[in-house]
């Protein structure tokens, strides 16, 4: 069942364009229907064969087996569907095959999987956004404070970025970014969340301070949220493109355990300290569980004379880079500029390197 996410503050847009559905059965196109309300559609339904222009141009084309034969002689397309009538009639698959269906499905067996088909076209899915979590090897390492500056930089290099705050105890990336007071949804709004999450709903509902979506938590005393609630959140915000930046915490519970099965490379931030190096190991063993790409990032220097490929030999991670200090990040801060607006200094350093390494360059319309 898909789930909607709803900022009450917020005028309802208009539906997304839907599939072309062609159909003259009148129980198959109400069962379409519903499906594509349920993924936030609009479908534009017909029961004959459609005019060329708007077969080629709809997102996902959905064709009852009543009119696949009218309908075979139609320019092949990617995202067609039969959708059969009879489960015993073997002939189906022939008219597949002269139709240039990519699937053969009957409802209401494959309706899980429709559904998620029709909302995937609806937004126009393409490659998943570079997900990257970030972690602290201790407490105070910083981690927070490099997810902050990470998502900042993507979003003013243009990047499509959303910034997801999982750690409850954090003290709140809306703060750190200086938009404690901005309207939209929090973590506590989006606990309930089950199943499909419109990516482009979600973005819609969220703050949007700095160019970039922002998840986090508000003053309320929920400290916890549903695994499922995080699979489906973080589902929603991959599924949209670009870039997302988990902030999680050191001690995974079941949501970050959850955040870490879908991210793609992590972040491990850890002082070049002989006991912060102890701490930062038993948090890399629990995060090596969940996610193959665990890299290190030193804060130097540190007062043993530890180096940065010290650190990350130790810990048996690669080198993502180091963190020098950074003067006046912590009065800037407090003064509501967040960590990453700044255009030089040792996190502005870092975070154009990863980014360029890690990301295509955006090209401008």
Known sequence: MSASVTDPHATAPEPPPGPLVLTADDALAEQLTRLCAAAGAEPRLLAGVPPARLWEDAPLVLVGDDLAERCAGLARRPGVLLLGLDLDDGEIWVRAVRLGAEHV??????????????????????????????????????????????????????????????????????????????????????????????????????????????????????????????????????????LVVLDLPRQLDAAAAQALEQADTGLLVVPAELRALAAADRVAAAVRMRLTDLRAVVRTPGPSGLTAADVARGLRLRLAGELAPEPGLALDVERGTPPGLREHGPLARFCGRFLTEAMPPVVAA
């Open 105 to 242: 499905l009957f409802l209401p067996d494959a309706q899980p999987w429709l559904l998620d088909r029709i909302a995937d076209a609806t937004e126009g899915v393409g490659p998943p956004a570079l997900t990257v979590a970030v972690l602290g090897g201790r407490g105070g390492a910083g981690a927070s404070t490099l997810a902050c500056a990470l998502a900042v930089r993507a979003a003013r290099a243009g990047h499509r970025t959303m910034l997801i705050d999982g750690d409850p105890l954090g003290g709140g990336l809306d703060v750190l970014l200086g938009a404690e007071q901005d309207d939209g949804l929090r973590w506590p709004d989006l606990a309930a969340s089950r199943g499909r999450i419109s990516g482009a709903e979600l973005a819609r509902a969220l703050p949007e301070p700095h160019r970039l979506s922002a998840l986090s938590w508000d003053r309320s005393d929920t400290l916890t949220i549903p695994a499922e609630a995080m699979r489906s959140v973080l589902a929603a915000a991959r599924r949209r493109g670009g």
